[in-house]
C-alpha cells in the first residue's frame, strides 16, 4: 500500500539537508528545511505550498532565494514557518534585492509568514506587489503544538536545543483512503483529480448518503460525469487504515531534556529522518556544535519507538564512511 506522501531527502546525506514531501495524486508538496534545492525541479518547486524551516543557518535556509525565484510572477501563496527571529531572516533576504518592477505584474505572489515560540505563534504577510513590504503587524495565536491543520493531517512542532530554538517536525495523516484499482476496473472509472475530491469528503466525514459526482477530465475540462452515494462508492473502491507519521529531527544537542522532548514529538513515528553528524568517537566536537552522533540517533529512534529512519546531515569528515555511521545508529536502535 502506498501513503499518501512520499517524502524524500533533497539532497544527499553529505549535503544540505531538506525533505521534499509530494502528496500522492495531487499536485502539491509540503517542504521541511530549504537546503539546497538545485535536485529539485521548479514544477516540483511549485507545488510547494508550506515550507517548515528548522532553523537560518545557512545549510537549512539557503534555497529561499531558489524558492521566492520560482514563484515569481505566479498567482500563488506560500506559507513559511520558522523558529523566533524567523520575520528578520526572511525579511532581510527579501531586503537583498531590488523590486521596483514587481507592481507591474498582473498576478499576486504572497508569503506567509509564521515565527514559532514556545507558546505562542506570530504570522505576518508580504505581498511580492507591494515589495514584500510586511502587512500591519504579525497577528498572535497561541501555540499548543500544532502549526498546520488540515481535514487529512497535521503538521506539528516543537521547538529543541541548537544552541538557538530550533524546530523538529512531524507530519500525521489522520487516516489513509487506499483506492482498490480492481473496484475501479469493476465500475469502469478512470483515476483522475476526481479521486483527491472523493478522500476530501471521506476526511472532512462528509455525510455517506451524500451524492458524489465521479468525473472523467480531458484537456482540463469536465467531459462526462456519473452519480455515486458517497458510502456506497467507499465500499467499492477505497480501503481506510491509519494514516502514517513522518518525523524531521535535526541540528540539536544530544541532551537529556532535547531526547525527552525528541522522542515525545517523534514517538511512534512510521518514519523518523534524523540527522548524524559525527561518530560517537567524537562527540566531544558534536556536543561543541549541538549536533547528534549516529549512536545518539539511533538511540532516539528506538526511545521514540519508530519503525523505520534514514539518517542524514553527515559531516563531510566522514565522506566515504557513511556504513561506519549507519552501523553505529543502528546497533544504538537495535540494542539494550
Ligand atoms: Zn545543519
Ligand atoms: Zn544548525
Not at 510547494?48 to 500563488?76: N, Y
Not at 531590488?98 to 514559532?116: A, I, S
Not at 477505497?238 to 541540528?251: E, F, H, L, Q, V
Amino acid at each position: 500500500m502506498r501513503p499518501s506522501f512520499q517524502p524524500r531527502l533533497i539532497n544527499d546525506p553529505f549535503s544540505d539537508p531538506g525533505l521534499f514531501i509530494p502528496f500522492l495524486f495531487e499536485k502539491r508538496a509540503l517542504m521541511f528545511d530549504l537546503g539546497d534545492l538545485k535536485p529539485l525541479s521548479s514544477r516540483d518547486i511549485l507545488k510547494v505550498s508550506h515550507v517548515f524551516v528548522t532553523h537560518t543557518h545557512m545549510d537549512h535556509f539557503v534555497g529561499f532565494d531558489t524558492l521566492i525565484r520560482v514563484f515569481l510572477g505566479r498567482e500563488k501563496q506560500v506559507h513559511l514557518y520558522g523558529p523566533p527571529g524567523f520575520f528578520s531572516h526572511v525579511e532581510g533576504k527579501l531586503a537583498g534585492y531590488t523590486w521596483n518592477l514587481v507592481h507591474e505584474y498582473p498576478t499576486n505572489f504572497d508569503l506567509n509568514v509564521t515565527e514559532v515560540h514556545e507558546k505562542r505563534t506570530l504570522s505576518a504577510t508580504y505581498l511580492c506587489r507591494d515589495r514584500f513590504r510586511p502587512q500591519k503587524a504579525p497577528a498572535e495565536t497561541p501555540f499548543t503544538g500544532v502549526l498546520l491543520k488540515e481535514p487529512s493531517f497535521t503538521v506539528e512542532g516543537l521547538l529543541l536545543d541548537h544552541r538557538i530554538p530550533c524546530l523538529a517536525l512531524s507530519l500525521v495523516e489522520n487516516f489513509y483512503v487506499n483506492i482498490i484499482k480492481e473496484g475501479l476496473k469493476k465500475l469502469r472509472l478512470p483515476v483522475g483529480p476526481w479521486i483527491n475530491r472523493f478522500k476530501k469528503a471521506l476526511h472532512e466525514k462528509k455525510d455517506l448518503k451524500s451524492d458524489f459526482y465521479v468525473t472523467w477530465e480531458g484537456g482540463g475540462v469536465t467531459i462526462k460525469e456519473k452519480r455515486f452515494v458517497l458510502g456506497d462508492l467507499a465500499d467499492n473502491i477505497a480501503r481506510i487504515s491509519p494514516g502514517k507519521k513522518i518525523t524531521y529531527i535535526t541540528d540539536i544537542l544530544g541532551s537529556t531534556e532535547n531526547f525527552e522532548k525528541a522522542a515525545k514529538i517523534a514517538e511512534k513515528s512510521d518514519h523518523l529522518f534524523i540527522e548524524a553528524s559525527f561518530l560517537n568517537v567524537d562527540k566531544d566536537i558534536a556536543g561543541r556544535k549541538y549536533h547528534l552522533t549516529a549512536k545518539e540517533a539511533g538511540k532516539l529512534a528506538k526511545k521514540a519507538g519508530v519503525k523505520n529512519f534514514t539518517l542524514f546531515h553527515y559531516s563531510p569528515r566522514y565522506t566515504k564512511r557513511e556504513e561506519e555511521l549507519k552501523k553505529e545508529a543502528l546497533a544504538a536502535f537495535q540494542g539494550g
